[in-house]
């Protein structure tokens, strides 16, 4: 089993900043990339960032700038530095990892439960 616990949601005005957290933890044999998507009301889940194995990072054109992707390895885990924040970012964002539990295992994506970040004054 593997597990994805998120933290760092919440409230914050426009133009803040807010961090997400999100450790895995379970049988993870190795770890390809770490990312994170967001879904607003009445829209599709979309990505926002991943980090992959070797460091190389892919952002949504409507964060570039403004977001940045982490990881540490050595915890598994990947963080969202988030600022200049704006009222459009409001979205649950969801940690999804893409990893092998075992040397034949398939990789496979695991998500986690989800963490509310709310833009607004």
């Known amino acids: 089993q593997v597990q994805l616990v998120e933290s760092g949601g919440g409230l914050v005005q426009p133009g803040g900043s807010l961090r997400l957290s999100c450790a895995a933890s379970g049988s993870i044999f190795s770890i390809n990339a770490m990312g994170w998507y967001r879904q607003a009301p009445g829209k599709q889940r979309e990505l926002v960032a991943v980090i992959f194995s070797g460091g190389t990072t892919n952002y949504a054109n409507s964060v570039k700038g403004r977001f940045t992707i982490s990881r540490d390895n050595a915890k598994n885990t990947v963080y969202l530095e988030m600022n200049s924040l704006k009222p459009e970012d409001t979205a649950v964002y969801y940690c999804?990892?893409?990893?092998?539990?075992?040397?034949?295992?398939?990789?496979?994506?695991?998500w986690g439960q989800g963490t509310q970040v709310t833009v607004s004054s």
């Open positions: 999804n990892c893409n990893l092998r539990t075992g040397v034949t295992a398939r990789r496979k994506d695991y």
